[in-house]
């Protein structure tokens, strides 16, 4: 019997190893956090300037998973339930959807909360995690060589002197569903009366228009060839031109420029809830809501974060800036944006 104790120990210690190995690969395995964001740029940026420090303080591998904000949304709707997806980052409209299908859970407290703009608290759920504006972009030198003045206005989209010059962005595009809420509004409508924004953007804005372009790169194409010189832009999309050297001016009309957020929540049910808020916490910190500015032109919804002069006025930046911003009611918009896209296509961009 003394003769088998040996064999029987070297038997246990074998099956004690192999389960040790199990959990460490279960706990390996535990420690991947998936994040859903924009691809491009923003998904380079997140890739080599913000995921990497994250990795190491919480000893955490982050896989980023690429697509537009529409495209994470049915991602979340086809995996409602048994999401592989930890924390998803969309613009506020798709977010807004994402919130009332349920597929969030509560934000958990923490001291950087109190460091944000009131309008970058979307719901108990989810938060802004960067901002930029709807506006106007313009060819600067295009329009002293035409000795007109700069725009200034909402307004000046209707002008019959930008026929056959304007590019506008469809209303399945974020900018160019806020011109249509804001010539509702300027036209005596809102978001639960959109009638005049449609005529305003078929008769007013309509015959200036030489091309409706959802795609931020083809109008950016249109606009380096001088087939444009005027269109709605957003702030960060200017940025990105201004960078390469090209003359745009962007304006945010005296009316206001309209709020677009990029938004973060932890979706539910969560694998990793705590790494999850973890994560979002850290993107509102000022270092990372630094880095988005810097390097995307995502204006900080942190109201501590020290940007340079130069930069803070490419953006939505100070307080006075951000609450001059025109919030829209996506609660309202996202119960009948399926509505008036069938409606644009039939009516305006036949």
């Given amino acids: ?26 706990a390996h395995a535990a420690s991947t956090l998936y994040v859903a964001g924009v691809g491009g740029s923003t998904e380079q940026m997140y890739k080599s300037k913000i995921i990497p420090a ?61 460091d944000l703009y009131p309008l970058a608290r979307l719901s108990p759920e989810a938060t802004g995690i960067g901002m930029v504006a709807t506006g106007i972009g313009y060819n600067e030198e295009a329009f002293k060589k035409r000795g007109w003045e700069a725009p200034d206005s909402w307004e000046d989209l209707a002008d019959p002197r930008y026929k ?26 809102s ?44 702030s960060g999309r200017a940025v990105a031109l201004q960078g390469t050297g090209f003359p745009l001016k962007f304006i945010y009309p005296k009316e206001g420029g309209v709020a677009l957020l990029l938004a973060a929540c932890g979706v539910t049910p969560n694998a990793e809830p705590a790494l999850s808020q973890a994560f979002i916490q850290y993107v509102l910190s000022p270092e990372v809501q630094a880095i988005q500015a810097r390097e995307n032109g995502f204006a900080p919804v942190n109201k501590t974060v020290q940007l340079s002069p130069e930069l803070a006025a490419r953006m939505p930046y100070g307080p006075d800036k951000v609450s001059a911003l025109i919030k ?20 305006v961009e036949r």
């Fill in 54 to 114: 994250f990795e190491k303080l919480h000893d955490v591998k982050v896989v980023y998973v690429a697509g537009n904000s529409t495209e994470t949304l049915a991602k979340l709707q086809a995996q409602k339930g048994r999401q592989q997806i930890n924390v998803a980052m969309m613009d506020d409209g798709p977010m807004y959807q994402a919130l009332q299908q349920g597929l969030c859970g509560p934000l958990s407290d923490a001291p950087v909360y109190q």
């Fill in 164 to 189: 056959q010059l304007l590019g506008m962005p469809p209303v399945t595009n974020t900018y160019g569903l806020h011109t249509l809420v804001e010539m509702a509004r300027l036209r005596g409508g």
């Fill in 191 to 234: 978001e639960k009366n959109i009638d005049p924004g449609f005529k305003a953007l078929k008769d007013e804005i309509g015959p200036n228009v030489l091309a409706w372009v959802s795609a931020p790169g083809e109008m950016d194409g249109m606009m380096q060839n001088g087939d444009v010189v005027m269109a709605v832009y957003g």
């Fill in 1 to 26: 019997m003394n003769s088998q104790q040996p064999s029987f120990r070297f038997t246990s210690l074998r099956v004690a190893l192999a389960f040790a190995a199990l959990s460490c690969a279960s």
């Fill in 328 to 347: 829209v009611d996506w609660e309202t918009i996202n119960q009948q944006r399926s509505e008036w896209t069938t409606r644009w296509n039939r009516t």
